[in-house]
């Protein structure tokens, strides 16, 4: 089978792998979709993603969806040619966690994840014409919901996590700061979840209507513009420290900021006067549980993903559409491939 493999920093190759073969509790999907994200983008480009580096090569992708091809001895629940996507994560060991984290299985010391080097040897992903799962990784498509916008959930439920982080937004006023593919799903989870209005900010105009496209009531161009004043919820999505000061300066006194997008785990430098000063409570949000399921629910109820897809692409052409998901003017915000083995 092929699959679209990172052999180092600039070194993405279409491989031949051997095809997988379903043993007791697995899966085999027929993988049609998957999402490139912006950790397939660092092992493409730096041959790393955060402190997890390249020591042999690795199959990218952690947003599929397909349908079941094989299921093995023991799988009930399942049935072949059944549409699904996968939780792409799996607990190292026998998940036993603290008290206080009882249920926060994101925050499990060893996870392996589908498209990881953390581990050694690696996890390979999803991003070939068939992969191997653990039956309890396999979510359902709801009617309604088709394997384009099912490769989606995953992104759609780190988003709904990092809602979640913040309690209730019934009738809160939010402020999304970036609208990337990550941004623009915390503004469409946030509307869902009830916010009274929402409020996405980039430097990208193409980004802004995407955010738009996706709920958010109001767009702002902070190239050209301030961010909003005295906002109680913020939402910061760039994962950028130099904008932190300003985010912080945005967030209203006694205000929260969730922080979905991914920091570096270097030494960076920011302005955070603020959150002493102006009491602010700065929440961390990583992954998620089992919000997948939650997404799917959500697409099912008509959450709409699809204002987010930009561009498609066959697994013959993953290197273009890596490029095109790390170029700025290209205008992409989440790009696909689609996976799928001819007929």
């Not at 992969?131 to 384009?148: E, I, M, N, S, W």
């Not at 738009?212 to 902070?222: F, S, T, Y």
């Not at 904008?243 to 960076?268: E, K, M, S, W, Y």
Request: glycine residues 12%; charged residues 20%; hydrophobic residues 45%.
């Amino acid at each position: 089978m092929k699959a679209v493999v990172v052999h180092g920093a600039n070194d993405l190759r279409i491989d031949d792998r051997p095809e997988p073969v379903a043993g007791p509790g697995e899966v085999v999907l027929d993988v049609e979709w998957g999402g490139i994200c912006g950790s397939d983008l660092s092992y493409w480009r730096h041959g790393a993603s955060g402190t997890a580096a390249l020591t042999s090569p690795l199959v990218l992708g952690h947003e599929v969806a397909g349908r079941i091809a094989q299921l093995g001895a023991g799988v009930e629940h399942l049935e072949v040619g059944q549409p699904v996507t996968v939780h792409p994560a799996e607990l190292v060991g026998d998940g036993t966690m603290p008290e206080r984290l009882r249920g926060r299985t994101n925050l499990y010391p060893q996870i392996r994840y589908f498209g990881s080097a953390a581990f050694d040897p690696h996890t390979d992903g999803g991003f070939s014409e068939r992969k191997l799962a653990k039956a309890f990784q396999v979510r359902a498509l709801p009617d309604g919901v088709d394997t384009l916008r099912g490769a989606l959930a995953e992104p759609l439920a780190v988003a709904m996590h990092a809602v979640g982080r913040a309690g209730s937004l019934e009738g809160r006023d939010v402020l999304v700061n970036g609208a990337g593919p990550i941004g623009s799903l915390v503004a469409a989870a946030a509307k869902y979840a009830g916010a009274r209005s929402v409020t996405a900010t980039d430097i990208s105009d193409a980004s802004l209507r995407i955010a738009k496209a996706m709920g958010a009531d109001e767009v702002l161009n902070v190239s050209r513009n301030p961010l909003p004043a005295d906002m109680e919820l913020v939402f910061e999505a760039t994962g950028i420290p130099a904008v932190l000061g300003g985010v912080l300066r945005a967030t209203a006194r006694g205000g929260t900021i969730v922080q979905v997008g991914n920091l570096p785990g270097t030494a960076a430098a920011a302005a955070l006067g603020d959150l002493v000063t102006r009491e602010i409570t700065w929440t961390g949000s990583y992954r998620f549980v089992d919000e997948i399921t939650d997404a799917l629910h959500a697409m099912a109820n008509g959450l709409d993903v699809s204002p987010i897809i930009t561009h498609t692409f066959g697994i013959d052409e993953a290197e273009q559409a890596m490029q095109t998901a790390a170029d700025p003017a290209a205008g992409s915000s989440k790009v696909m491939l689609h996976l799928s083995r001819p007929n």
